[in-house]
Each structure stands twice: as structure tokens, then as C-alpha cells.
């Protein structure tokens, strides 16, 4: 496609319920990037990856969160027995060879 | 540490009023890249300019103009004869170019502009 896309576009759990996150970035994209955006407040870095190697993974607050991206293309972050405090938007970018990243929609995941 | 400071959270302006939009950043590195985003109430981050640091030209584009200030670490955005449809959220970003930092953005937290008619 033209763009990144993400999906779902909109989750809603139960606390304790495990979610995975899809991202699809622009095709030919190396580095595809998560962050988390809560509101009112700016994007934070989570993790990132160059093909389908994971550089670094400092931003994720907690084991219960993961990324894979097995193939170079394609990436899920899962998120383990969700917790309230993990409702957020949830976006993914990639970049080309301009060091410009090109955000998704994002995925608003709500925890109840 | 790299550190992005939007200071104003909220601006609101009168339609074809000219708007500044401050953003002040810190950082080790020598060599960095700056961004602007717009997040419009659809929800999406979309990309406006990337702005290297050896290059201290302003730029402009259309309505929409950039002040780079090297000396004072700052790089503001100008939106000139507002619009309804500027309305959004905007937000401005650093990316370093070394070790832990040269990859991931920095965001600051945004500034929410209003625009009425």
C-alpha cells in the first residue's frame, strides 16, 4: 500500500486478556518503529527494528510486552494479561532512507 | 538526554491570523535532525518537515514557514493567514545521531491549536 496501516484500528479487552497489534509498513520501509501515545501527550518510543532484527527494546515498560517482526516486513507488538494502565494509542512508523518516519492511523487500545 | 519543550500546550487564533508555534530542544549530539508533525482530529501523525542541523536555512512552503535557530536551540513554526483546517494538534520531534539516540524520535507533548472563524 501507499502508506502504513495498522490494525485494528480500535481494541477494546478485558483486564488479564492478551492483544496483538499489527503494523504494515511502506513497502521497501528497512526500520519499522512502535511507539505509544498517551493522551495529551507527545509519542514515546518503544521499540524498533532493521529488517527483522530488533536494534533496541528499551522502550517497553515491561516484560509483558513483545515485538516481532520475523520476516523484515510485517510487525506485531503483543501485549500479555493487559493491564488498565496499558490503554493507549498504540503507533507504529516506518522510514525510508530519508530519516522522515511515516506514522500509521495508530490503534487505540482500551483496557477495561 | 535528548528533550523536546513545546511551551505552549494551547493556543487559540482567529482565522487569517498569523500563529507561532515554539518548540525548544536539547541535546549532546552534534549533528541531529528536527521534525513537525501534525496531528489533525482524525487522529493521524502526519509528517510536515524534517530539518537537518547543519543546515540553518529557514525554509517555507506555502502558508507554513520554519525558524531554525541554532544558537538558541529552538525551531518554531509559523503558520501564516490561519485556517479552520490547521486546526490540530502539533508536535515537534528530535532525532540525535549517536549511540542511543540515533534512531528513535523524541517527541515534545504537542500544542493544540485552534483556529475560529
Known amino acids: 500500500g501507499a502508506g502504513v496501516s495498522q490494525s485494528p484500528r480500535y481494541k477494546v479487552t478485558k483486564r488479564g486478556q492478551d492483544v496483538a497489534l499489527r503494523c504494515d509498513p511502506i513497502s521497501g520501509h528497512v526500520s519499522l518503529y512502535w511507539y505509544r501515545q498517551a493522551l495529551g501527550q507527545g509519542p514515546e518510543f518503544l521499540t524498533y527494528f532493521n529488517y527483522e532484527a530488533q536494534q533496541d527494546k528499551s522502550g517497553l515498560p515491561n516484560d509483558r510486552f513483545s515485538a516481532e517482526r520475523p520476516e523484515g516486513s510485517i510487525s506485531t507488538l503483543t501485549i500479555q494479561r493487559t493491564e488498565q494502565r496499558d490503554s493507549a494509542m498504540y503507533r507504529c512508523?516506518?522510514?525510508?532512507?530519508?530519516?522522515?518516519?511515516?506514522f500509521g492511523p495508530g490503534t487505540r487500545l482500551t483496557v477495561l | 538526554a535528548q528533550k523536546v519543550t513545546q511551551a505552549q500546550t494551547e493556543i487559540s487564533v482567529v482565522e487569517k491570523e498569523d500563529v507561532t508555534l515554539d518548540c525548544v530542544y536539547e541535546?549532546?549530539?552534534?549533528?541531529?535532525?528536527l521534525f513537525w508533525y501534525k496531528q489533525p482530529p482524525s487522529g493521524e501523525l502526519v509528517f510536515l518537515i524534517r530539518r537537518n542541523s547543519f543546515d540553518e536555512q529557514n525554509e517555507i512552503s506555502g502558508r507554513y514557514s520554519w525558524n531554525f535557530q541554532k544558537s538558541t536551540s529552538s525551531f518554531n513554526f509559523t503558520i501564516t493567514a490561519s485556517q479552520v483546517v490547521d486546526s490540530a494538534v502539533y508536535f515537534c520531534?528530535?532525532?540525535?545521531?549517536?549511540?542511543?539516540?540515533?534512531?528513535?524520535?523524541?517527541f515534545g507533548k504537542g500544542t493544540l491549536l485552534t483556529v475560529n472563524p
Open positions: 520531534a528530535l532525532r540525535g545521531n549517536s549511540g542511543g539516540s540515533n534512531y528513535k524520535l523524541t
Open positions: 512508523a516506518s522510514m525510508g532512507g530519508y530519516n522522515e518516519q511515516f
Open positions: 541535546t549532546r549530539d552534534t549533528t541531529y535532525y
